[in-house]
């Protein structure tokens, strides 16, 4: 058996340090959004090496909004980059000194309409390290009140409300492909499996009703 070819269960530290050495690095573009920064400097191996860096102003915010039901909201959005609509959790962006759930309340209630009154943080993630800073917090928002939305002028919405499983296979079909809105729905759904919600909330989560 080749070795390190199983996971012994044992904890290893992970490397630690920079592996290239950088000589500069230049400022390119910025907007509101983003900064775009090129460093260059030496690979790993120690051949001439160039990387382009993109920071983002602000972190990404998600919120689950779980109805008791185990239903939930999607919101559709065409998404410029990919010049095509998008299906997602309600999302957004806080800026670094705002705490996360002052913003993941202000996006569930501009986008939706709707508020919570039970929030918990169930995901942090790193959105796309290969090439930008960005992080991402997700919340589960329960409790839910309807109210109206208020949508910024660069957002045109569409809202569904679809079942908990149905979501789960609009990614397996790729109607959901959204990074951050996977991410959040297949933690829901691990938390439903392993019961750490409530034992009412986890049966609605896990009942394969068609919407």
């Known amino acids: 058996m080749a070795s390190g070819s199983e996971d012994s269960g044992a904890k290893t ?25 090129e460093r260059r400097g030496r690979k790993p191996d ?18 689950i909004a779980l109805f008791a039901d185990g239903s ?27 705490p996360p759930l002052t913003a993941a309340q202000r996006e569930l209630a501009e986008e ?7 929030w918990r943080e169930i995901l942090r993630t790193d959105i796309s390290n290969s090439v930008t800073d960005e992080t991402g917090v997700v919340f589960l928002a329960t409790g839910l009140a309807e109210g109206i939305a208020h ?3 660069s957002e045109h919405l569409s809202l569904r409300r679809v079942h908990f499983p149905t979501a789960l296979a609009m990614i397996d079909t790729g109607e959901i492909r ?3 809105t996977q991410l959040a729905l297949l933690r829901v759904y691990r938390m439903a499996m392993t ?12 009942d394969q009703r068609d919407d």
């Open 151 to 153: 949508p910024e002028g």
């Open 72 to 98: 939930l909201t999607l919101v559709g959005q065409f998404r410029v980059p990919l010049d095509r609509w998008s299906w997602e959790i309600p999302e957004g962006g806080g800026p670094p000194d705002e």
């Open 195 to 206: 019961g750490e919600l409530p034992p009412e909330l986890c049966a609605a989560l896990l």
């Open 46 to 63: 120690g051949t001439p090496g160039l990387y382009g860096i993109v920071r983002f102003r602000n972190r990404a915010i998600g919120v």
């Open 112 to 118: 939706t309409g709707l508020s919570a009154t039970q």
């Open 13 to 37: 530290d992970p490397p630690t340090g920079d592996p290239w050495h950088w000589e500069s690095e230049r400022h390119i573009y910025e907007n509101s959004w983003i900064s775009v920064f």
């Open 178 to 180: 959204d990074a951050l």
